[in-house]
C-alpha cells in the first residue's frame, strides 16, 4: 500500500522560505501524480499544487503561484515543495497524498490515497 510521509515544516517569518518532502514508499513514484494540500485552522482542506507522473507538467493555486514550485525526484521516491516569500495565510498544516490525473500528464487536485500526519507550517513574526 502506498505511504506517503511529510516533513520539513516549521516556523518561518513572513517573506521566508522552507522546503516540504514528500517521502513515498510501498509503490513507485513514476507511477502517481502526487499532489500538495493544506488546511489552516478552521478551514476545510485545499488542493496547493500538484505534479503529473509522465512529464511532471504542475498545476498551483491562484494563491501560491510564482511563490511555491513543486518537484519530483524519482530516484528517491519523493516529491518536494519549495515554497518561497511566505505570507501569514499560509499557515496551516501541509499534506501530501497520490492524486488523480487525466491520461497521465494532467494532474488533478484531488487527493485519492488517505491523509498522513502532515507537516504544521506556521508564518509568523
Known amino acids: 500500500q502506498l505511504q506517503l510521509v511529510e516533513s520539513g515544516g516549521g516556523l518561518v517569518q513572513p517573506g521566508g522560505s522552507l522546503r516540504l518532502s514528500c517521502a513515498v514508499s510501498?509503490?513507485?513514484?513514476?507511477?502517481?501524480?502526487i499532489g500538495w494540500f493544506r488546511q489552516a485552522p478552521g478551514k476545510e482542506r485545499e488542493g496547493v499544487s500538484c505534479?503529473?507522473?509522465?512529464?511532471?507538467?504542475?498545476k498551483y493555486a491562484d494563491s501560491v503561484k510564482g511563490r511555491f514550485t513543486i518537484s519530483r525526484d524519482n530516484s528517491k521516491n519523493t516529491v518536494y515543495l519549495q515554497m518561497n516569500s511566505l505570507k501569514p495565510e499560509d499557515t496551516a498544516v501541509y499534506y501530501c497524498a497520490a492524486t488523480f490525473e487525466l491520461g497521465d500528464t494532467v494532474c488533478l487536485l484531488f487527493a485519492r490515497t488517505p491523509w498522513g500526519q502532515g507537516t504544521q507550517v506556521t508564518v509568523s513574526s
Open positions: 510501498g509503490g513507485t513514484l513514476n507511477y502517481y501524480a
Open positions: 505534479i503529473s507522473r509522465r512529464d511532471g507538467t504542475t
